[in-house]
């Protein structure tokens, strides 16, 4: 008993996150501009939303913004229209066979079905060193209450920095492509609950977006000049994709020090805590800004850079802790992004 | 015959003269040279048992309404007529003597008090001087005594400096989690922070849970936050003066104090008896053993370290002389889930001579040493690298008094200091040479100032006390500075060029005149009404985008872009006295007015940033309150209650529209809390059990909130506009502690045990809420509370 009431006593659980309900005043509506255009293959797509109140997912829905005329300008006066697609509204995708080139600037204009005009000021492409090597390293999250922790793959992009200038990089990840292992033979059929074992399939290729959970960008303050290894980007072990190999590009932009300014703030605010040392909450503005009305606020922020990619394939055997592997009771062409044929350039 | 042996017994020394108890007869003190005016007695007072000089104890002569308080070495001297006059002695927490005398010459008394600890059902709580608030020309100089913080209810298991302060009018804290003092709406870095005149920059242990000053070790701490004295300077809002005990002379003795966060011990006594004493004293916190028990997986990968130390030698060599060496070290280390150790550590060494000259004329001259740094370990594996930093201020302090009479004093002196600042140098320590070694220039600067404070009274209604201080300030090379193209926001792009200033060049230099100023009016004995102005300068500031000290905050002194902070402070008072000065009571008015404080840009990076001019944005403030306190300082129940309505705003104005912030709007700075009340109660039960109880109420800190959700990059985010312009829900938390002392056989026995409970009710006070898109939920608000369940604590204290 007396050992018992010394625990409590000694016990440091003090601090406590927990949600909080605030009345957040009404959300304006403010035109948003997501999208990079580089010298890599396209299509590459920019779109456009509007904002809308924070808080629960039912207070405010973040609207595409369709029907708007979206052309981009390069430094020498051409211009590309970009096309909406039926399936995506609210994005709008360059024509097959544009590539921005390097040393360019380019502009995005906008103009709205309400007839509103935008436009970015103007970005240069810059270009971006070859990511030499793509090292790994496992990674293990703790989580409160759980034995297991989370763990996934760091990617880490090894790349030979140009002494001769300023760099600024952003990484992002292509959708994965892994084999997916299932067991249809454990298939349970759901009306009768009863097993009804399948004959097929039981490997598959699943290709999957997986986010990045973090923004990866990185200037070359720390390191100009040297030959570097710098975390490039994270993909999460879900217990089925590193069963056996997965494959994914990790893409490089050379981007410039002001959309730099603007992602770092994007990543200081996702990765906010609530610790005391948390930074205040920064305005973040972008590139944009309205023809009509100088003084309206328009978010985001449109990006020309330079890429360089590099394809790797993940084998289990390269992570030093995996999670238990999941069980897809059923056929794996089930699962969505699954099919039994690897894509044609599957090389691992 | 009855002369010749007074005569002896004041040759063979003063030992034989104290007294324990009141003296039955009446002693004739002095040799009696037929002396009718001017005579002077002087005297010391000790604790009868450890020996230790009592600082602050009061001497009164009732026949004369004369009050005298004795000094560092519980020294006092009073100048009389030949006459009969029964003096008092009293002390907080000591028996009070009443010693009837008869002055015929110059001479000397030497006298122990007893501590009253177990016979007194009463408790006082006075400060040095019972009528001192009425009397006294100064304006908002609080002292607290080690005894008075004692009655508080304790903050994990021990009593705390700063955290105390702090329930006094006038004086705030962010929230539960951090360092510092926000006095009458300036930032935590507008106060001076001096142990024993030696500059802290670092008060605190674990981001503010502990402050780092051994309570043991401390005799009492002085908060100056209205009309400063002159020989004060260099910050723009308060001065905290903290001055450690002096060892003990006669005897060794020491404090144990043992809780469940920590330990702390102090041993002091005589090196040369009756000459020379030192005092060491050490806390260290065994968090580290509990993180590492409790299986939060992130909690039992983290770890907390800290611990202070102390080191006083005193040297009263003399009536006259007396010198005073005193060493202060804290140290913290932090990792939260093992990447990333952050640490910091104070040092500090000073040097002090006190002197009287003569009879009118005292000297007090000191050196100090100091050094904070802190350090970023990063050990993830990749790109592993140290961040070290360190101020260091090297610096002197001169004053002469001089006592035309006892109410007719002058104050003059100069003082001088360098700082050296290493604001950051990122030192790779990975195996293969990935990152560059990095190095922000150094800064250094020279602060000199002169003063003079004329204080005295014009019969028993009116006290004047004015003051002038003339700072001086010298930005100087090595440095490259950077030259920025005109009519543009000063930012890297803007950049037209660098100088190069060599080592020791004048870069740029501030002055300023800081007159200071205050008048009383006493309407009679026991109320008084005061008015006060003042102007400070400030030549360093506090780079920190967070809203209290953070250890890798950067201190930037002022240079050519960054002028120094100005502040003028106007304030009125009236006091008021109750029932002999069993309570004490007073309203307090101010307005202040600030300038050049720092604000920063969106998202400004501050670490490791050598052009930090293209960050930061200089800001005018302004404050104003309104203080009411109550005091009973007598009786069972003793305690306070003191409501302060105030407003702290800040206005960013620029050339450039872009820059300003709430359009050029005044709006609440991060530690405008406009109500806040504290009540404090302790109730002597026993004479040997007592309990006390504090709540504390405050509004909300002011808060951003988003005022749009949009997407980027996969990315929920909100879309921040106008600062400050929301509060966290209001703050009110109950403390409580019941104190037992326990009496046993011979004194490694007697021994104090205190349990408390901070935040009784549990009640989740936010410290922040902040917005995030985790995953697996929608984008929401979140609540940090720092304290969010009722936390207990045990602590045993033995006196030996």
Known sequence: MLRRLIYILLLLPMACIDPFKVEVPEGQQLVTIEGIIHNGPGPHAISISRSATYGSVFEGLIRPVTGATVVIRDNEGRITFLEETENSRGNYFTPAGFRAEIGKSYTLQIQTVEGKVYSSLPERVLSSPAIENVSLKTVTIPVEGEIIPRSGVQLISEINDPADQKNFYFWRLSPVVHVLEARPDLFVNRETRTPAPKACCYTCFRTEATGNQSLFIAQDDNFNGLTTRIPAGFIEDNGLRFVSKLRVDLKQYSISQEAFRFLRLVKQQAEISGSIFDPPPATIRGNMISLDNPDEVVLGYFMAAGESSKRIYIDKSDLTFRQIAGIVPDDCRTVSGASIDPPFDWKP | ?800
Request: no cysteine; net charge neutral.
């Open chain 2, 1 to 800: 015959m009855k002369k010749i042996l007074f005569l002896l017994l004041f040759f063979i020394g003063h030992a034989s003269w104290a007294q324990i108890a009141s003296p039955t007869k009446r002693e004739v003190v002095g040799r009696d040279v037929g002396q009718l005016k001017g005579v002077k007695i002087s005297g010391r007072i000790t604790d009868a048992i450890t020996g230790e000089a009592l600082v602050g104890a009061t001497v009164t002569v009732p026949e004369l309404d004369l009050v005298k308080i004795t000094d560092n070495n519980g020294s006092f001297e009073l100048i009389l007529d030949r006459a009969e006059y029964n003096l008092q002695f009293r002390y907080v927490g000591y028996e009070t003597i009443n010693y009837p005398i008869t002055a015929v010459g110059d001479g000397r008394i030497s006298l122990r008090m007893l501590q009253e600890d177990f016979q007194l059902d009463d408790v006082v709580i006075f400060g040095r001087d019972p009528e001192k608030n009425i009397r006294s020309t100064d304006m908002g100089a609080i002292t607290l005594s080690m005894n008075t913080i004692r009655e508080l209810p304790p903050f994990l298991g021990e009593i705390d400096i700063v955290r105390s302060l702090a329930t006094l009018p006038g004086v705030s804290q962010v929230g539960e989690a951090s360092s510092g003092l926000n006095v009458r709406g300036g930032g935590v870095d507008q106060n001076l922070i001096q142990f024993a005149g030696a500059p802290i920059y670092n008060p605190s242990h674990m981001f503010g849970l502990f402050t780092a000053f051994n309570a043991d070790v401390v005799n009492d701490v002085t908060l100056y936050k209205a009309v400063v004295p002159a020989r004060f300077g260099g910050r723009s809002s308060a001065i905290l003066d903290i001055l450690p005990k002096a060892g003990s002379i006669t005897k060794w003795g020491g404090d144990l104090m043992l809780s469940n966060y920590s330990g702390k011990l102090s041993v002091n006594g005589p090196v040369i008896k009756d000459k020379v004493s030192i005092l060491g004293g050490f806390r260290i916190s065994y968090i580290n053993w509990f993180l590492n028990s409790l299986s939060n997986p992130t909690v039992k990968n983290s770890q907390a370290n800290f611990y202070d130390g102390n080191l006083v030698i005193s040297a009263p060599i003399s009536d006259k002389n007396e010198f005073t060496y005193s060493y202060y070290t804290s140290y913290d280390d932090f990792a939260f889930a093992s990447d990333t150790t952050i640490s910091w550590k104070n040092n500090a060494h000073s040097l002090q001579w006190k002197s009287r000259l003569s009879s009118k004329l005292s000297l007090e001259a000191l050196g100090y040493y100091s050094l904070y740094n802190y350090g970023i370990f990063n050990q993830s594996g990749i790109n592993d690298f140290d961040i070290n930093s360190d101020i260091q201020d090297i610096g002197g302090k001169l004053y002469l008094g001089y006592n035309f009479s006892e109410t007719n004093k002058v104050v003059f002196g100069g003082d001088f200091k360098q700082v050296n600042i290493q604001p950051g140098e990122l030192i790779p320590t990975g195996t293969q040479q990935e990152i560059l070694p990095k190095k922000v220039q150094n800064e250094v600067g020279q602060e000199a100032g002169v003063h003079f404070q004329h204080e005295f009274e014009l019969g028993e209604k009116f006290g004047f006390s004015y003051g002038l201080r003339y700072d001086t300030y010298r930005y100087l090379g090595a440095r490259v500075v950077r030259q920025y193209r005109e009519n543009k926001p000063v930012s890297d792009g803007s950049a037209i060029g660098e100088t190069n200033y060599s080592d020791g060049e004048v870069i740029q230099t501030y002055d300023g005149l800081g007159p200071r100023a205050s008048f009383r009016y006493s309407f009679n004995k026991a109320s008084s009404v005061k008015l006060g102005y003042n102007k400070m300068y400030q030549f360093i500031h506090l780079i920190s985008n967070t809203a209290t000290i953070a250890p890798s905050d950067v201190w930037k002194l002022s240079d050519n872009f960054l002028e120094p902070q100005i502040a003028d402070q106007y304030s009125v008072g009236y006091y008021n006295n109750f029932k002999g000065n069993i309570f004490e009571t007073s309203i307090e008015v101010y307005y202040k007015d600030l300038q050049n404080v720092v604000e920063y840009k969106d998202g400004a990076t501050l670490i490791m940033q050598n052009h930090l001019e293209t960050e930061l944005i200089p800001a005018e403030g302004r404050a104003y309150g309104i203080e009411l306190y109550v005091k009973k300082n007598l009786g069972r129940l003793t305690g306070w209650i003191s409501y302060t309505y105030s407003r702290s705003l800040r206005r960013v104005i620029t050339p450039f529209e872009e820059e300003n912030i709430n359009n050029g709007a005044w709006y609440a700075s991060n530690f405008d809390k406009p109500h806040d009340l504290t009540l404090i109660g302790n109730y002597k039960v026993s004479t040997n059990t007592s309990v006390s109880a504090t709540f504390a109420y405050s509004t909300g800190r002011p808060i951003t909130f988003p005022e749009a959700k949009f997407d980027f990059s996969g990315n929920n985010l909100a879309y921040f506009d106008s600062r400050n312009q929301q509060r966290v829900p209001d703050f009110h938390r109950l403390d409580l502690a019941a104190n037992f002392k326990l009496k046993g056989k011979g004194r490694f026995f007697d021994g104090d045990w205190t349990f408390s409970v901070l935040n009784v009710y549990g009640r989740k006070n936010p410290f922040s809420i902040f917005f995030d898109d985790a995953v697996g939920s929608p984008p929401q608000a979140f609540r940090l509370a720092i304290l969010g369940v009722p936390l207990p604590s045990l602590s045993y204290s033995i006196k030996f």
